[in-house]
């Protein structure tokens, strides 16, 4: 019975059937009612998991895409490999420079059935490319997708999973972005999937295949499923991959950034070592947000451990972008070695209004516990009492500002800070 009911309650519409069940049927009628049944497709899809000697912290790199899009080439990958180190961003622990839509030419090669790197944006193949990232100590992405055809139109790897997953792994590919356009009519999903699982569904499957096919090359990928939100893929995620896309494309404004922030904060019990909602790349860099809401861009996509992917030209930067995606403390708590689940929201006092996203988040790290305000209306004083985050009670506590590595001083029951437009307050707190 206790199998079934957590079967039925991993999905959306488990609830309802749940509760109509335990009202209708004696426990020993549900015992057939547990067996699976599976047929077709979802009875022979592989059902290998994603390695675990990569992916156990959200990633932390760069991808060309914002930067760039289809205008991509050796030279700006490289380089973004080159700024890593010269800008101190490999120091602080960006290690992938992923590639995205556009590296290939229009058509596989007839005689080996593998895509082919463009030669005229990759002179060098991408394993020219993996060879120069590699020795400066860096890892290299690439980008494939689960249809016919990239969102481009470049050639895409559904059913050509294991001939392009040995590429890949030939060529020292470390990290597969892997999208979701040009999905054939009789792979998308029409109805609730069988089991009521959405891993059984056709796009969980298209994703699967490809888990099994890189997991046949002996090497370690870090798998990410760019699958934006569709088929309830934090439900399954990591049976599957190691960071899954929970909404469509990031943009450079206030409204993307809050959206995809207040999107997350409804599934964040997904998140945890080896799995992490992405909430897609960084836009710091490419204009459109003040620079309060680059901090909070920067600030939420690491309370929330989603993987963090620069995406502008790394010469654009400025010394203050530089200072807000360097924050060793963020940082810290985005890698955290010991703790893997992320800030959730919680009630900052009685009469907190309900906002979205929400403002107030908790959470733990190896140093202690944590608070992050994130001011979605204008300039105004936050306060919360100590009482009220999870783990604290009440009593004097010391608080740290993690922006500016200062401690703020010793308070009793409550803290208040002026929190700037759209920016983000993120707070260390130990017992006094
Ligand atoms: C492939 O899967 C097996 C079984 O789960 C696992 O032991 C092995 O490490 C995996 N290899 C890779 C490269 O993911
Ligand atoms: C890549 O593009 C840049 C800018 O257009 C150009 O300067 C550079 O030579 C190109 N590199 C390659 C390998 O095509
Ligand atoms: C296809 O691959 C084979 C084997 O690597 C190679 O010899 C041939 O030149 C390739 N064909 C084209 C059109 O690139
Ligand atoms: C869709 O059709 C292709 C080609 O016939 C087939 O290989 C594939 O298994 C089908 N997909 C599903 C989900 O049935
Ligand atoms: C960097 O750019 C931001 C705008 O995105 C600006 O607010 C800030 O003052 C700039 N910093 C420096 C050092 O120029
Ligand atoms: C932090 O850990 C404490 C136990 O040490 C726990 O009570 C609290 O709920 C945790 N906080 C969060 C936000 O998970
Ligand atoms: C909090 O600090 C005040 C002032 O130092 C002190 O009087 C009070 O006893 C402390 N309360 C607790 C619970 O330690």
Same mark, same amino acid.
């Given at each position: 019975?206790?199998?079934?009911?957590?079967?039925?309650?991993?999905?959306?519409?488990?609830?309802?059937?749940?509760?109509?069940?335990?009202?209708?049927?004696?426990?020993?009628?549900?015992?057939?009612?547990?067996?699976?049944?599976?047929?077709?497709?979802?009875?022979?899809?592989?059902?290998?998991?994603?390695?675990?000697?990569?992916?156990?912290?959200?990633?932390?790199?760069?991808?060309?895409?914002?930067?760039?899009?289809?205008?991509?080439?050796?030279?700006?990958?490289?380089?973004?490999?080159?700024?890593?180190?010269?800008?101190?961003?490999?120091?602080?622990?960006?290690?992938?420079?992923?590639?995205?839509?556009?590296?290939?030419?229009?058509?596989?090669?007839?005689?080996?059935?593998?895509?082919?790197?463009?030669?005229?944006?990759?002179?060098?193949?991408?394993?020219?490319?993996?060879?120069?990232?590699?020795?400066?100590?860096?890892?290299?992405?690439?980008?494939?997708?689960?249809?016919?055809?990239?969102?481009?139109?470049?050639?895409?790897?559904?059913?050509?999973?294991?001939?392009?997953?040995?590429?890949?792994?030939?060529?020292?590919?470390?990290?597969?972005?892997?999208?979701?356009?040009?999905?054939?009519?009789?792979?998308?999903?029409?109805?609730?999937?069988?089991?009521?699982?959405?891993?059984? *569904?056709? !796009?969980?499957?298209?994703?699967?295949?490809?888990? =099994? %096919?890189?997991? /046949?090359?002996?090497?370690? &990928?870090? $798998?990410?499923?760019?699958?934006?939100?569709?088929?309830?893929?934090?439900?399954?995620?990591?049976?599957?991959?190691?960071?899954?896309?929970?909404?469509?494309?990031? *943009?450079? !404004?206030?409204?993307?950034?809050?959206?995809?922030? =207040? %999107?997350?904060? /409804?599934?964040?019990?997904? &998140?945890? $070592?080896?799995?992490?909602?992405?909430?897609?790349?960084?836009?710091?860099?490419?204009?459109?947000?003040?620079?309060?809401?680059?901090?909070?861009?920067?600030?939420?996509?690491?309370?929330?451990?989603?993987?963090?992917?620069?995406?502008?030209?790394?010469?654009?930067?400025?010394?203050?972008?530089?200072?807000?995606?360097?924050?060793?403390?963020?940082?810290?708590?985005?890698?955290?070695?010991?703790?893997?689940?992320?800030?959730?929201?919680?009630?900052?006092?009685?009469?907190?209004?309900?906002?979205?996203?929400?403002?107030?988040?908790?959470?733990?790290?190896?140093?202690?516990?944590?608070?992050?305000?994130?001011?979605?209306?204008?300039?105004?004083?936050?306060?919360?009492?100590?009482?009220?985050?999870?783990?604290?009670?009440?009593?004097?506590?010391?608080?740290?500002?993690?922006?500016?590595?200062?401690?703020?001083?010793?308070?009793?029951?409550?803290?208040?800070?002026?929190?700037?437009?759209?920016?983000?307050?993120?707070?260390?707190?130990?017992?006094?």
């Amino acid at each position: 019975m206790a199998v079934f009911l957590l079967r039925l309650f991993s999905c959306v519409l488990g609830a309802l059937v749940v509760s109509a069940i335990v009202h209708a049927s004696a426990p020993s009628a549900t015992t057939t009612a547990a067996t699976s049944t599976l047929t077709g497709i979802a009875a022979t899809a592989p059902t290998i998991g994603p390695s675990q000697q990569v992916g156990r912290l959200p990633a932390l790199g760069w991808n060309s895409w914002n930067a760039y899009g289809c205008n991509i080439n050796e030279t700006k990958v490289v380089d973004a490999a080159n700024l890593f180190v010269s800008l101190g961003l490999a120091d602080a622990g960006y290690e992938y420079v992923n590639i995205d839509d556009c590296w290939s030419l229009q058509t596989r090669n007839a005689s080996t059935g593998r895509i082919v790197p463009d030669p005229s944006k990759f002179p060098n193949g991408i394993s020219g490319v993996a060879d120069q990232v590699h020795a400066l100590g860096l890892k290299l992405g690439i980008y494939s997708d689960a249809g016919t055809n990239t969102c481009s139109g470049f050639p895409g790897s559904l059913g050509n999973e294991a001939v392009d997953a040995e590429a890949f792994a030939e060529w020292g590919v470390d990290y597969l972005k892997y999208d979701n356009c040009n999905v054939p009519g009789n792979w998308t999903d029409t109805s609730t999937p069988p089991d009521n699982d959405w891993y059984n *569904s056709n !796009s969980a499957i298209r994703y699967r295949q490809m888990t =099994a %096919a890189l997991n /046949q090359t002996g090497q370690p &990928v870090h $798998f990410n499923l760019c699958i934006w939100g569709n088929a309830n893929v934090w439900e399954w995620g990591a049976r599957v991959g190691h960071s899954w896309r929970m909404t469509g494309d990031v *943009s450079a !404004s206030w409204s993307s950034i809050s959206s995809i922030i =207040a %999107a997350n904060a /409804q599934h964040l019990d997904a &998140v945890d $070592f080896f799995s992490h909602n992405d909430m897609d790349m960084m836009e710091i860099g490419n204009g459109g947000l003040t620079l309060q809401e680059q901090r909070t861009h920067f600030a939420a996509w690491a309370f929330l451990k989603s993987p963090i992917l620069l995406g502008t030209d790394l010469n654009n930067l400025n010394a203050t972008q530089l200072d807000i995606i360097t924050n060793a403390e963020l940082l810290a708590f985005h890698q955290d070695p010991d703790v893997g689940t992320p800030a959730t929201p919680f009630t900052a006092t009685a009469s907190a209004p309900t906002t979205s996203p929400p403002e107030f988040y908790a959470g733990n790290s190896s140093k202690g516990t944590h608070v992050f305000i994130i001011n979605t209306g204008t300039m105004a004083a936050k306060t919360f009492e100590f009482a009220n985050v999870p783990g604290l009670g009440s009593g004097n506590f010391t608080v740290h500002d993690m922006w500016a590595g200062e401690d703020l001083g010793t308070f009793a029951d409550s803290f208040s800070i002026t929190v700037n437009t759209h920016d983000t307050a993120a707070l260390l707190i130990d017992r006094a």
